[in-house]
């Protein structure tokens, strides 16, 4: 059985590389980057799966990415990318409580992770906020892999031995 690290670096590591080659694979990325992101902010803070994020979470969200001036914006932009992206498959133009979000983009065309336009709208270039949150997770792996708050452990795969089964477990009838 491979270590933690070794499956992350497999499980998504890998296959985010691959997709980062492919301009159109911006929303895949992101929806595999932003869980994690979300597993290593609960963990650094010690959330409970069942918990809601807090403002510390969001404080460690400004310190991955400096374009983020406060914690407010820090939740915009979660809002607007991490809650629309994994609930609705799409950007998010509200929050919940029905407030209006900044508008959100997703280009290639920038060399920073997350810009924050004139007009206050998001941009998020995904290959670089994904490689910025693989970044942070590896150089903390630690923090990534703990159980803190009640956060399940990491995924293993387990090796099965094919089973042979009779046909008539198959749905047939009779024999043969």
Known sequence: MKDAASNFKAWYVDVLDVLY???????????ISLPLLERYLRQKNHV???????????????????????????WQLWNVYRNGFLHQATLSAVTHRGTNLPVGW???????????????????QPRLFSQRVIDVIESDFAVFAGLAAGAPPLPVVVRLDPVTIPSTYLGTRGGP
């Open 106 to 124: 997703l280009t290639y065309n920038r060399s920073t992770p997350v810009t924050i336009e004139p007009d206050g709208s998001f941009c998020v």
């Open 48 to 74: 409970a799966p069942n918990d809601k994020l807090n403002d510390a979470c969001m404080s460690n969200l400004c310190s991955m990415f400096p374009a983020l001036p406060s914690v407010a914006v820090a």
């Open 21 to 31: 080659k492919i301009e159109g694979a911006g929303i895949p990325v992101l929806m």
